[in-house]
């Protein structure tokens, strides 16, 4: 009896997982699959030929492809430890009971992320255009010369910063802000007895708690980062030039402007080990941590 | 309060007021700029306040863009994707938390991976993918590979490993078979994560813009954030239209949020992944 009721179940089981399995199927292994397959041939989207690590070769001789890559780890590199320290600064600022006004600001510093990457974009690219932004309006106020935000490359990637810090906050500070909040309040009255001060009982207490949420958000906004791609086109285009051309946007260039079909998904396929790569390490690191 | 206390009170309160005021602006100059009529958009010195206020912009953008046409086509999506993204994650998140059998923690490992592999780093192969399936240029190419998504799955199995095993079993003594125990008990136990995930979901598919990207080209069928992205990437930007239609595109995600917002921001279910 058990058995047979045992076996019912499972065909439940089955029938509450068997849409996302087939969606799983048809979405992420097959085009991962496909994408691997193309990355060893010339597929422009007529025929394949099987033209074994040449892709790879070509790629990695590829100065446009090294600039796109450069590129991107820069904005990683930079995006990731900034948007932590503002998501975390505004999210403990949020928790401590010291603070007024605290559900207005929550709303303000929410509200961005109901706003999509392309009009994020936009509404960088109106209040930073060289000559009718409000920015450089307002620098020019203080004395200041306009700054070249849209045709020097560098000021060009620090207003996809703005942005992206801009647009990142909101998520991960709902994230931190529940992990701050399930810190036990005892730990920071023992602190209070001991005679610490805020800035040891932060360091002591609070960041030590928050290292689980930490590793996640982490995570989260090393891989956004490396696939941006909608704010940016808004934003830059890619641009000044090829500047600020970030790898899902080569990758989309090559493989849909230039219907290079079976170079693009190899490009692809450094993306995902990068990816992997990093998660992995992320992974390793949270586990040694908690020895 | 002691001294030292309300000092403390003030500086904090200042320093996120500094931040609040960063934060608001860009929003607030998006707005603001949309009500100046053309001809004061680009006049120096720039003035912080419309000296006219006007619907003008407006008007022309809903004239201009066939607004109607890609707000319907993007509610379309938007709403079929999150009903059948809830029901799907729910199940699937149930099944995950409540039954123990090998190829579910191979299927549960199969899911984390998807979030190393997201669209954007796999175009072509989903685009081809998306050709062979027949839903190249189709509303239902947009709404079909949007209703798996891990975080959903995780919230939802996050939710039910704490409903306790004996209601289960209790119902199951009842004669109750699977199906109903999991229509008629669980989903209406799990409403907090239903409201968030809908909400969630809302989000992504309103402001999705790489699936529109790989599978819409008939401007018939654009949704709002391609039509947006078609003015911004013309040599000519048109900031009259752009400005007033950013706007619009903002507002339903607005109202949603103010319904919403309690959902949103006391919640701790939104500690799963970002899509």
Known sequence: MTTRRKDKNQKWALAFVIVN???????????GVLGVYYSFTDYTGISANFIGLENYVKLFQDQSFYKALGRTFLYTVLSVPLLYVFSLLISVLLVNKYTKGKSVAKIIFFFPWLISPIV????????????????????GLI???????????NMALMVVLFATIW???????LVMMSALMNIPKSYYEAADIDGANGWQKFMNITLPSLKPTTFMVILLSVIHSMKEFAMVQSLTNGGPGTDNTFLVQYIYQTGFDQRNIGYASAVSMVLFVILLIFALINMKVEERSKI | MTAKNRTTSILLTAIVAILGVVYLFPILWLLLSSFKPGSELFSYPLKFFPDEITFGNYEYAWATMEFTKYVINTLMVTVATTVLTVLASASCGYALAKYNYKWLGVFFLCILTTTMLPTEVIMNPTFTVIQKLGLYDSLWGLIIPSINTATGIFMFRQFFQTVPDDLLEAARIDGANEGRIFFGLMLPIAKPIVITL???SFQWRWN??????L???????????VALRSIVGADNIDWVLLLSASVISILPMVLIFTVFQRYIMDTGASSGLKD
């Open chain 1, 21 to 31: 399995m087939v969606l799983f199927g048809l979405f992420f292994a097959w085009p």
């Open chain 1, 120 to 139: 994020a974009g936009v509404i960088f690219r109106w209040m930073f255009g060289e000559s009718f932004g409000f920015i450089n309006y307002a620098l």
């Open chain 1, 143 to 153: 004395g200041v010369d306009p700054v070249s935000w849209s045709s020097d490359g």
């Open chain 1, 167 to 173: 647009g990142g906050t909101a998520f991960n500070m």
């Open chain 2, 198 to 200: 809908s909400i969630f």
């Open chain 2, 208 to 213: 999705d813009y790489v699936w529109p990207l």
């Open chain 2, 215 to 225: 599978v819409i080209s008939d401007p018939n069928k654009y949704t709002v954030q």
